[in-house]
C-alpha cells in the first residue's frame, strides 16, 4: 500500500445551530484513543499591544502509551479499535461508507468559531495565526509518536494578535480548540471517502462549559524602569513642596 504525504490543515467551524450541535453529538464516534486537551494557561491578564500564546495540553488518559506513526500503512501505529471502519464524502453526500482501502493519513487542527477574540469573522479585536514552524505545534510532532500513560505534550496551537497593534480593555475569551488525525481512503467503487481516526478538544461535547480561554486587556502599564523615575519624579516635587513650606513658615516666624 502506498502511503501519501500526511494531510495538514486547520479547519475553522462557523458558530452552529443547537439542532446541528446535537446533531454532532449523537454522531457516531471514534474508538477512545486515552487524549484528552486542556489549555495550559486558562486566565491571565495581558497589555492592549501584547500578542497572546494559545497552547493546549494533551494528556495521555489511557493504561497503554497513545501512539500514531504517519510512516506506516494502515493503521498507522494507532491502538486496535481505534481506526474508523466507515468515511465520508460530502460533496458527493455520501455519508457512513464502508472503507474497502486506505490510501493515507494527516493532522489537523480545529476549532469553533464562538469566541469573542476573533469575532467569528465579524471585525474581532484579535486574529490568529498558526506557527507552523515551531518544532512544538501539533503539526510538526515527530513521528513515530508516543505518549506515556499520565505524559503530558504542550502544544503551541496558535498565536492571537490585536488588529491595530492594540486591543480595547474588557475579557475575551475562546472554548473550542482541538486536534486530531484523520484518514483517507476508497470504497469498494472507488470513491475517495475521508473519517476521523480520533478528535480531542478542549470542550467535551463540543459545548462551551468550564473550559474557557480568557484573557484581561488592561490598559498599559508602566514598566518598571518608568515606574521608577515617575516615583522619583514625585518624590522630588514632595521634597521640594516640603522645604517650600518650612521655608514659608520661617519667614513668617
Same mark, same amino acid.
Given at each position: 500500500?502506498?502511503?501519501?504525504? =500526511?494531510?495538514?490543515?486547520?479547519?475553522?467551524?462557523?458558530?452552529?445551530?443547537?439542532?446541528a450541535l446535537c446533531a454532532l453529538a449523537t454522531a457516531?464516534? !471514534?474508538?477512545? +484513543?486515552?487524549?484528552?486537551?486542556?489549555?495550559?494557561?486558562?486566565? *491571565?491578564?495581558?497589555?492592549?499591544?501584547?500578542?497572546?500564546? +494559545?497552547?493546549?495540553?494533551?494528556?495521555?488518559? /489511557?493504561?497503554? %502509551?497513545?501512539?500514531?506513526?504517519?510512516? @506506516?500503512?494502515?493503521?498507522? /501505529?494507532?491502538?486496535?479499535? !481505534? @481506526? $474508523?471502519? +466507515? *468515511?465520508? #464524502?460530502?460533496?458527493?453526500?455520501?455519508?457512513?461508507? %464502508?472503507?474497502?482501502?486506505?490510501?493515507?493519513?494527516?493532522?489537523?487542527?480545529?476549532?469553533?468559531? @464562538?469566541?469573542?477574540?476573533?469575532?467569528?469573522?465579524? *471585525?474581532?479585536?484579535?486574529?490568529?495565526?498558526?506557527?507552523?514552524?515551531?518544532?512544538?505545534?501539533?503539526? #510538526?510532532?515527530?513521528?513515530?509518536?508516543?505518549? =506515556? $500513560?499520565? =505524559?503530558?505534550?504542550?502544544?503551541?496551537? /496558535?498565536?492571537?494578535? %490585536?488588529?491595530?497593534?492594540?486591543?480595547?480593555?474588557?475579557?475575551?475569551?475562546?472554548?473550542?480548540?482541538?486536534?486530531?488525525?484523520?484518514?483517507?481512503?476508497?470504497?469498494?467503487?472507488?470513491?475517495?471517502?475521508?473519517?476521523?481516526?480520533?478528535?480531542?478538544?478542549?470542550?467535551?461535547?463540543?459545548?462551551?462549559?468550564?473550559?474557557?480561554?480568557?484573557?484581561?486587556?488592561?490598559?498599559?502599564?508602566? @514598566?518598571?524602569?518608568?515606574?521608577?523615575?515617575?516615583?522619583?519624579?514625585?518624590? =522630588? +516635587?514632595?521634597a521640594w513642596t516640603g522645604r517650600r513650606q518650612r521655608?514659608?513658615?520661617? #519667614?513668617?516666624?
Amino acid at each position: 500500500m502506498t502511503l501519501t504525504l =500526511a494531510r495538514k490543515t486547520a479547519r475553522t467551524l462557523a458558530a452552529a445551530s443547537l439542532a446541528a450541535l446535537c446533531a454532532l453529538a449523537t454522531a457516531p464516534a !471514534a474508538a477512545d +484513543v486515552g487524549l484528552s486537551a486542556t489549555f495550559r494557561d486558562p486566565t *491571565g491578564t495581558v497589555g492592549p499591544g501584547d500578542v497572546i500564546d +494559545v497552547w493546549i495540553t494533551l494528556t495521555s488518559t /489511557g493504561s497503554d %502509551p497513545f501512539t500514531f506513526d504517519l510512516n @506506516e500503512d494502515f493503521p498507522y /501505529g494507532l491502538a486496535p479499535g !481505534a @481506526e $474508523p471502519l +466507515v *468515511g465520508n #464524502n460530502p460533496a458527493l453526500g455520501l455519508f457512513g461508507v %464502508p472503507f474497502d482501502s486506505y490510501t493515507g493519513a494527516g493532522l489537523f487542527t480545529f476549532r469553533f468559531c @464562538e469566541d469573542t477574540f476573533e469575532g467569528c469573522g465579524t *471585525g474581532g479585536a484579535y486574529v490568529l495565526t498558526t506557527p507552523f514552524a515551531s518544532p512544538d505545534v501539533w503539526f #510538526n510532532v515527530m513521528s513515530p509518536f508516543s505518549l =506515556a $500513560p499520565g =505524559a503530558t505534550l504542550d502544544v503551541l496551537f /496558535g498565536q492571537l494578535s %490585536p488588529v491595530g497593534g492594540n486591543a480595547a480593555p474588557g475579557v475575551y475569551q475562546l472554548f473550542n480548540y482541538g486536534v486530531g488525525l484523520s484518514v483517507t481512503g476508497l470504497s469498494l467503487d472507488g470513491v475517495t471517502l475521508r473519517a476521523d481516526a480520533f478528535a480531542v478538544s478542549t470542550c467535551a461535547g463540543l459545548l462551551p462549559g468550564d473550559c474557557s480561554f480568557d484573557r484581561t486587556v488592561v490598559a498599559v502599564i508602566p @514598566e518598571p524602569a518608568s515606574l521608577l523615575l515617575m516615583l522619583g519624579g514625585l518624590g =522630588a +516635587v514632595a521634597a521640594w513642596t516640603g522645604r517650600r513650606q518650612r521655608s514659608v513658615s520661617l #519667614n513668617r516666624g
